[in-house]
T-cell receptor, first 110, second 114 residues
Framework: KNEVEQSPQNLTAQEGEFITINCSYS?????LHWLQQHPGGGIVSLFM???GKKKHGRLIATINIQEKHSSLHITASHPRDSAVYIC????????????FGTGTRLTIIP | NAGVTQTPKFQVLKTGQSMTLQCAQD?????MYWYRQDPGMGLRLIYY???????DKGEVPNGYNVSRLNKREFSLRLESAAPSQTSVYFC?????????????FGPGTRLTVT
């Protein structure tokens, strides 16, 4: 079993829909990252969080440390949100190495 | 401020050839990383450097060597390329922020070994 599991693996939605991507992990962590990767593109960090909730524009990330679970939400989705979203965790053993999920491929249809 | 840069962007090698992937960052970060990304798998750590002159193996180091000659640059060398090393390679650097390490990624190098 992978240490970081994401669901769904693929998600297709209509423009304007509310999107939720989930991430579950099995290790104790110091922080969790949500990353975005556009087709053929590089990787951009969207959020780093260790508790609660963060919001940036139409993107919201939440984390529940007790349940070892995080969600990434996109409100009023747009075709430009089409990308792979990757969850990654930093273990709480003081090191700097991330463990990555396999990503969720999101496609927003106009 | 260019962030993390990588060269080349694309490369095709024949089996047995060697090459070096270059990475540089201008953010004065201590830590740097090399990852590979393969279809259906998460990014996997090849090598890691916590500071100039130090390197540590990651999850998949076999077939690779690295060099951290100064704080800015961290190179990845394939001495004898194999088809199994066909992948997209990402370099990253990190800084300690708000109680955890935030990573910044380069644009990637797409390598094909035939």
């Amino acid at each position: 079993k992978n240490e970081v599991e994401q669901s769904p693996q693929n998600l297709t939605a209509q423009e304007g829909e509310f999107i939720t991507i989930n991430c579950s992990y099995s290790v104790g962590i110091s922080a969790l990252h949500w990353l975005q990767q556009h087709p053929g593109g590089g990787i951009v960090s969207l959020f780093m969080l260790s508790s609660g909730k963060k919001k940036h524009g139409r993107l919201i990330a939440t984390i529940n440390i007790q349940e070892k679970h995080s969600s990434l939400h996109i409100t009023a989705s747009h075709p430009r949100d089409s990308a792979v979203y990757i969850c990654a965790v930093l273990s709480n053993f003081g090191n700097e190495k991330l463990t990555f999920g396999t990503g969720t491929r999101l496609t927003i249809i106009p | 401020n260019a962030g993390v840069t990588q060269t080349p962007k694309f490369q095709v090698l024949k089996t047995g050839q060697s090459m070096t992937l270059q990475c540089a960052q201008d953010m004065n970060h201590n830590s740097m990383y090399w990852y590979r990304q393969d279809p259906g798998m998460g990014l996997r750590l090849i090598y890691y450097s916590a500071s100039e002159g130090t390197t540590d193996k990651g999850e998949v180091p076999n077939g690779y060597n690295v060099s951290r000659l100064n704080k800015r640059e961290f190179s990845l060398r394939l001495e004898s390329a194999a088809p199994s090393q066909t992948s997209v390679y990402f370099c990253a650097s990190s800084v300690y922020l708000q109680g955890a390490y935030e990573q910044y990624f380069g644009p990637g190098t797409r390598l094909t070994v035939t």
